[in-house]
Nanobody
Framework: VQLVESGGGLVQAGGSLRLSCAAS????????MGWYRQAPGDERELVAI???????KYADSVKGRFSISRDNTKATVYLQMSSLIPEDTAVYYC?????????????WGRGTQVTVSS
């Protein structure tokens, strides 16, 4: 199983970035896909989730600024980030929870750094 994130980088406050996570080795259409982030000294926190059933959920801190989407034909999940602020600086991790016949298995990507300068 591989979850490969891309799209991170350095951006000025107010700018935008789009993260991508390409998955392989999982049944993507049966997986809840999420983005988490971890800043230095902080715990990893949920940013956004896109469930296999088509619902989405966001952390309060990113509502209205970030948008999660998925393309099941490409086994890829995206995170469109706009109006970025320095507090969004973190390593962003892709997460997959595959649910097959009641068995849930969780996978993580290695992360991509997002740095927002003021």
């Amino acid at each position: 199983v591989q979850l490969v994130e891309s799209g991170g980088g350095l951006v000025q406050a107010g700018g935008s970035l789009r993260l991508s996570c390409a998955a392989s080795g999982i049944i993507f259409s049966l997986s809840d896909m999420g983005w988490y982030r971890q800043a230095p000294g902080d715990e990893r926190e949920l940013v956004a989730i896109s469930t296999s059933g088509g619902t989405t959920k966001y952390a309060d801190s990113v509502k209205g600024r970030f948008s999660i989407s998925r393309d099941n034909t490409k086994a890829t999940v995206y995170l469109q980030m706009s109006s970025l602020i320095p507090e969004d600086t973190a390593v962003y991790y892709c997460n997959a929870i595959q649910n097959v016949i009641g068995t849930r298995t969780e996978y993580w990507g290695r992360g991509t750094q997002v740095t927002v300068s003021s």
